[in-house]
């Protein structure tokens, strides 16, 4: 079982959720960069990560251009199609 959670996207994803609530969003990018690991083309896992890292009030998590080009290729994935 605890195999099954550390390989599972969504979990990852959902502690980042959890990380970023209570303030941890170093912790919240390590857990969206793992997701993203798992199942690169995961577009809720890398629309999250852009905008934590837009939007982290921690100035050694905030990275602009990787938001940007997180943001684009999810949004790309849509247009696509």
């Keep these: 079982m605890a195999q ?6 969504e979990a990852r994803f959902h502690l980042a959720s ?3 609530a209570s303030g941890e969003a170093k912790g919240a990018v390590a857990e969206l960069k793992k997701a993203l690991a798992l199942s690169p083309n995961w577009v809720p896992a890398a629309n999250y990560l852009a905008w934590v890292l837009a939007t982290s009030c921690e100035v050694t998590v905030r990275d602009s251009a990787e938001a940007v080009r997180l943001a684009e290729s999810a949004a790309s994935s849509f247009t696509n199609k």
Aim: glycine residues 0%; charged residues 35%; aromatic residues 0%.
């Design 4 to 9: 099954a959670l550390k390989d599972s996207r």
């Design 18 to 20: 959890a990380l970023t």
